[in-house]
């Protein structure tokens, strides 16, 4: 079947996608804040009602509570799962998304309010999670009303499963895909994920790779109360100096991880590898202007790309319990609580990784003969995936990017991570094809993340012209 008609249909319906982002984007549904927990599940139902209203089979799962630090339990947002079609000579492909997102405040420097989608005048749609992930799942949604509004069926059945915790370490959703393994999921043929991002501003790309990450809360508490560091301090051990002391001693300013042992189990670089950076549409000016000044470490992009896809990172993330606001308060802090985590590759094991931080963080705390209490948990961990890209699946998608951009898409690995990839991958036992709708410079995590109408727009059409692909592979492609 020729796509134009959808083509022309997406064109023409531009202000209804948008309209759906923008109500998508007003609902907070910030994962890792308690407060904002009805929120996501008012966007859940957001989701489910979008869904029904096109005809959609869409239940929602139960994934139980979830253990805060606290020691309190709070309900996790169900997973919505749903199916448009189920026509047993069709393939299925099975897409994922997130309808999380990060946390946002206008005073972190957003020029807009970020939970208010608004467009400028360069075409970018503002606001959070228009890019991650609110942006993509709607594409999927847009696709269906396209294709039923045109009365055109879809050329397979899409199985969509939609989760809200992505953000806060996707929790209880591996339980899931494992008890639907054989069930609800066992007719998938291709798994396909938009949920990242092109690697600059203007090529597209297939991604087959992601790092894991393990994500650690390092406490150090003493004092029963706040004081007054007038009259006790150089009196008593002060968690913060103590913290200060320890997390100065995990990662280098050159970004060299100080754990011990770290690296040993971080796969070599083999010739063949090697050669998967040659000619990649990525420049330096590129990654100066996503990162909003010239901090680079190295200087060529071989290395950056080798040090966001294939080498570990470890980023320290803030202080809970820290005096943070304007002006000058003479507290010493009680009890603080540092963040960081490890970005993983292959072969690093999240056991091994929590194994060798907590070694390494008792031995730097033991050196400072402090009488305060130290304790180091790994809060939520996931491994790094890596998938063949030679399949029939990525073979449909590198098809549809070529008749929607006119281009042969870069093939890239990604330093963000998706948990649930290894997880889809490992319980179906399928190939799983991450396929982004954004660009490299879209702030996802940032303040200011956006996404343009145009990534938007082209989106809606790869996202189709894909499942369209996916049903033209001949079974000798397989
Ligand atoms: C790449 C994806 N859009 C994303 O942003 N993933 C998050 C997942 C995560 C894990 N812990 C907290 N968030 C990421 O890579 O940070
Ligand atoms: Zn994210
Ligand atoms: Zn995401």
Redesign the pocket.
């Known amino acids: 079947m020729s796509v134009a008609k959808f083509f022309d249909y997406v064109e023409a319906h531009q202000s209804d996608f948008i309209d759906r982002l923008r109500k998508a984007v007003e609902i907070p549904s910030v994962s890792s804040e308690a407060a904002r927990r009805p929120d996501v599940v008012r966007m859940s139902e957001f989701l489910v009602s979008e869904l029904e209203t096109l005809g959609a089979s869409v239940e929602t799962r139960d994934v139980g509570m979830q253990k805060m630090h606290d020691g309190t339990t709070l309900k996790l947002p169900p997973v919505v799962l749903a199916t448009y079609g189920n026509d047993p000579a069709k393939k299925t492909v099975l897409v994922y998304g997130?309808y999380d997102v990060?946390p946002a405040l206008k005073e972190d420097g957003w020029n807009t309010d970020p939970f208010t989608l608004v467009e400028d005048e360069e075409g970018r749609l503002l606001g959070r999670g228009s890019t991650?992930?609110k942006g993509p799942i709607l594409g999927w949604i847009n696709v269906i009303e396209a294709h039923k509004s045109l009365g055109l069926e879809l050329p397979v059945n899409l199985k969509m499963c939609f989760e809200g915790m992505?953000?806060?370490?996707s929790e209880g959703l591996d339980d899931l895909i494992l008890l639907e393994a054989k069930k609800y999921f066992a007719d998938v043929d291709v798994v396909c994920i938009s949920?990242?991002y092109w690697l600059g501003t203007t090529k597209p790309c297939l991604t087959y790779g992601?790092r894991g990450?393990s994500?650690f809360h390092l406490s150090i508490k003493g004092p029963g109360r706040d004081l007054h560091s007038g009259v006790f301090g150089g009196t008593v051990h002060e968690p913060m100096t103590d913290l200060f002391a320890v997390m100065s001693n995990l990662v280098a300013p050159n970004g060299k991880i100080l754990i011990p042992g770290i690296y040993d189990q971080v796969a070599p670089l083999t010739e063949e590898e090697e050669r998967t950076y040659d000619n990649l549409a990525f420049q330096m000016d590129e990654l100066h202007s996503a990162v909003g000044s010239k901090v680079n470490i190295f200087d060529s992009e071989r290395d950056i790309l080798q040090h966001r896809w294939r080498y570990p990172s470890l980023s320290i993330h803030g202080v809970e319990g820290a005096f943070y606001n304007a002006g000058d308060k003479t507290v010493v802090p009680a009890k603080v609580i540092g963040k960081f985590?490890i970005r993983s590759v292959p072969d690093m094991e999240p056991e091994k990784i929590t194994e060798l931080v907590k070694k390494h963080i008792e031995s730097e705390f033991a050196k400072l003969n402090s009488k305060n209490v130290l304790n180091i948990e790994c809060s939520?961990a996931?491994k790094p995936w890596f998938a063949t890209p030679n399949h029939w699946n990525y073979v449909a998608a590198a098809k549809a990017v070529e008749k929607v951009f006119n281009v042969k898409p870069d093939m890239t690995r990604?330093g963000?991570?998706?948990?649930v990839t290894l997880s889809f991958q490992d319980a179906l036992n399928k190939n799983v094809l991450l396929l982004p709708m954004g660009r490299g410079d879209d702030g996802?995590?940032s303040i200011n993340e956006k996404l343009d109408r145009s990534n938007y727009i082209q989106g809606i059409k790869l996202l189709g012209t894909y499942l369209h692909e996916i049903a033209e592979i001949k079974a000798e492609e397989q």
């Open positions: 997130h990060q991650d992930d992505e953000e806060s370490g949920d990242n992601l990450v994500y985590s939520h996931g990604e963000g991570s998706i948990p996802a995590h």
